[in-house]
């Protein structure tokens, strides 16, 4: 069982370019949700959906774009990419229910250099 | 708007005691679920205990226990039995039922000294 499954899992970008994060779940969960996390803080809320077709906004959406056409798969995308998107992402996926939290793929260490 | 604080940047404990880690948060919502997740320096988040709003006894899950004082609004995580694997980030989590950001505090380094 893979779980969440994100590629790739580094990659250094240039000022001004574009590039997808890749995220594909095999749990069947409706929900998913792209995150990042800067050096020493917590998790920020990037985008998420709740199902294919459906993507909303979260804490901090500028410079990112999502869509969901199936329910496995959920990428990320940098358009103009900026130092300040140096990052790691974490895509995860969950259920309706909270009991289990979520489950979250290894992440994607960005820099935008 | 919900809120996650965790008040200890690091923390440190002797292999084999115990250790509390702090955690308190501020909703408005009677509904939700606050989480702990375990990040180790590989970097991935691991899911380690659940404690739902509504629910009357304290989480416990193998060494991991969740203090849940509602009326405080804290959630703190106790460690028991620390061992040297136990030394990672450890983030505080909180979402809502009916909202679907889970919003995370700053996290609190652990480091366990044999």
């Known amino acids: 069982n893979a779980g969440v499954t994100q590629t790739p899992k580094f990659r250094i970008l240039k000022i001004g370019q574009s590039m997808t994060l890749q995220c594909t779940q095999d749990m069947n969960h409706n929900y998913m949700y792209w995150y990042r996390q800067d050096p020493g803080m917590g998790l920020k809320l990037i985008y998420y959906s709740v199902g294919a077709g459906i993507t909303d906004k979260g804490e901090v959406p500028n410079g990112y774009n999502v869509s969901r056409s199936t329910t496995e798969d959920f990428p990320l995308r940098l358009e103009l990419a900026a130092p300040s998107q140096t990052s790691v992402y974490f895509c995860?996926?969950?259920?309706?229910?909270?009991?289990?939290?979520?489950?979250f793929g290894s992440g994607t260490r960005l820099t935008v250099v | 708007a919900q809120k996650i604080t965790q008040t200890q940047p690091g923390m440190f404990v002797q292999e084999k005691e115990a250790v509390t880690l702090d955690c308190t948060y501020d909703t408005s919502d009677p509904s939700y679920g606050l989480f702990w997740y375990k990040q180790p320096s590989s970097g991935e988040m691991i899911f380690l205990i659940y404690q739902g709003s509504y629910d009357q006894q304290n989480a416990t899950e193998g060494r991991y226990s969740l203090n849940f004082q509602k009326a405080r609004k804290s959630a703190n995580l106790v460690i028991s039995a620390s061992q040297l694997g136990d030394s990672a980030m450890y983030f505080c989590a909180m979402r809502e039922a009916y909202n679907n950001d889970m919003r995370f505090g700053a996290g609190t380094r652990l480091t366990v000294k044999p």
């Open positions: 995860a996926s969950s259920s309706p229910d909270n009991l289990y939290g979520y489950t």
